[in-house]
């Protein structure tokens, strides 16, 4: 599936994990949703600071759901040794329904968005950031908009934020970017 860290599990193709270490670069990050770090290591790279919001209990649309195969504490473990090279990467183990109402989004300069897969926690997300300042770089993954219905409907909230906002997007696999401005890259540029 990947040789870019290979070691580190997830979901993230190396196209992916190369659009976000590009996005991610000398940026205050806030990342929501971790599993066991590969998209946290990608963006740690090159990242001024990375804050990761997980409470490692999955969820209904992963398969590191607990009782799915893997364990809380197995994923947090795997989370710590992936990412302990790594002195700009900050936990912050809450569920982000607790934590975003804690934190604001000007505080960041990229927001990337990997968690609750269901429309209602990817409209709860996006709701939190619309307040973000336009220069701002938000994205999510696991854009899927002719997926499953359980992708396309957080696929729908998703592309409804793109059109009350204005801002700009670009898909890379299966990660949604949303900008205001110009980036100093293109999709073709990411194709693997």
């Not at 580190?8 to 196209?15: E, N």
């Not at 998209?39 to 997980?54: G, L, P």
């Amino acid at each position: 599936m990947t040789d870019l860290f290979p070691e580190v599990g997830g979901w993230l193709f190396d196209h992916e994990f190369l659009a976000l270490q590009r996005l991610a670069t000398d940026k205050k990050v806030l990342e929501i949703g971790c599993y066991q770090g590969r998209s946290t290591v990608a963006m740690a790279t090159t990242a001024e600071h990375v804050f990761t919001i997980d409470s490692f209990e999955g969820d209904d649309f992963t398969e590191s759901t607990v009782g799915g195969g893997i364990s809380k504490e197995v994923c947090k473990d795997a989370f710590l040794r992936n990412t302990k090279q790594f002195d700009n990467v900050s936990l912050l183990e809450f569920d982000m329904y607790d934590m975003l109402e804690n934190l604001l989004p000007s505080n960041f300069d990229f927001i990337f968005y990997d968690a609750g897969h269901s429309a209602d926690d990817t409209k709860f997300f996006l709701d939190w950031v619309q307040s973000a300042p336009d220069d701002t770089i938000i994205a999510l993954h696991d854009y899927k908009p002719d997926g499953e219905p359980k992708w396309h409907e957080s696929a729908v909230v998703m592309m409804d934020f793109h059109r009350r906002t204005g801002r700009k997007f670009i898909v890379i696999g299966s990660l949604l970017i949303l900008y205001n401005g110009t980036l100093d890259f293109e999709e073709k540029d990411f194709t693997p």
